[in-house]
């Protein structure tokens, strides 16, 4: 009964923080930020990268929680309401008019761009998430017969076997889809929030190995010493880019959130603890990485980085083996939590739009995903002659989707929010908590949705767009 349960889901504020972080944190915290980090130079990008994530992702994610909570809807559905194309409970738009043809084009677009990239994203994602599947298995298998596990000869066998990498995608999302079919995610996303302490100690174990190493010192000054030379033109959008993948935002899922959101709620702490929460995970993952990196001189950069250097830590610490399957395991609840929030948040756009049952819409999402995983599973294999820009597919994906469509759909809806939503809902949303701080809060908020955070990420596209040529 999925309407009964998106009354009662989020009945306790624990049951959202646990639920939206598990979403939130996954592969973008552990895989993609340390190879971003290193691609970009190190330390400067992560100064950047930490002002994006305030200056940018915590007004934009409040945003999202804002609409979704506002107008009891996914993304498409609640753009189109503000379209003045649905019929609506209340009223959200804060004009009466109905907005020019321009603008109602605009808004039913950008909801399709989000989850057209929700959707590709998801297929790549799984397509990451069969690695650390592979990895987890490896390491189990070693716990009986520790000779048998090389770490480079593991990644290697995966990444010459386009066929494994796609046997290995289709396991993973068929566990999404009869999670997401059954309507268990939310019990799911929780217990990814609840495995994430143990993660945490399994990290923290890790990243003081990784200290221990003698590359730590120079590694810790590539992180955390910012050499401003560094930075190119497409950095900040680079930087942007990141801090919405990270904190899941720009494809509509904050918004699924929002809408499950019970009424007692305070939008703007929730938007910040999810962010700091977020970040801090991404800066030790760092932390436990790039020592690793330096100390075997690994390649900079490129989707590999997280598979080339963990599984080597693993081999040389003691005990290190069963360190490996803690932290392969958790990787993978990671991964599915943020995946069942991919796939989930599809399916409610789907199911709000068209009515389709939740065992069928899950189904058609599944198979059209598994149709895009082919490339990029096959990109390292079958297909790496198939180069776009010089990036094999799998990258070249990751690039467009993460650096481009991500925030031009954020922008637009932070941007609509700012707009079009009724002032008057939005500001009891931040006065809920009678403080003399609140109203100036909400002021802070909706000036620098409309002035300040806007221009940001228009300036970051541009100067992107101007190091294409
Ligand atoms: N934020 C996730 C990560 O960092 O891996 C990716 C993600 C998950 C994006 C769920 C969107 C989403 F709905």
Redesign the pocket.
Known sequence: MPQASKTTIFETRLGFYLAAIG???????LW?FPYVVAQNGGGAFVLLYLFMVLLVGVPFLIGELMLGKISRSSLVPALHKLAGERYQVRDVRESEVKPAPWLRWLLKNAGTLGLVT?MV?LAY?AVISGWVLHFLMQLLVSLFNPERFHADGALKVLLDNGWLQLLLTSVHLLLVAIIVANDLEFGLEKWVGYCMPVFVILMIALAFKSLSLESASEAMQFLFYPDFSKLTLKSPGQAIGHVF????VG?G?MVTFGSYLREKMYLPMAGFRVCTLDSAISLWAGVMIFPLVVYGNSDFGGPQLLFQTVPKLVSVMPGGHWFGVGFFLCLYLASLG?SI??FE?VVANWREMRRVPRQRGASMVALIVFLLAVGPALSSSVLSGVRVGGRGLLEFLDEALINWCLPITALVVSQVVAWLLKTELMAAEFNDRESAGSERLYKNWIFSLRYVTGPIVVIALLLQLIAQF
């Open positions: 979403s939130a944190f996954g592969l973008g915290n993609r929700t994203v994602y993948f990270t904190l899941s494809f899922s943020a929030g991919l948040n």
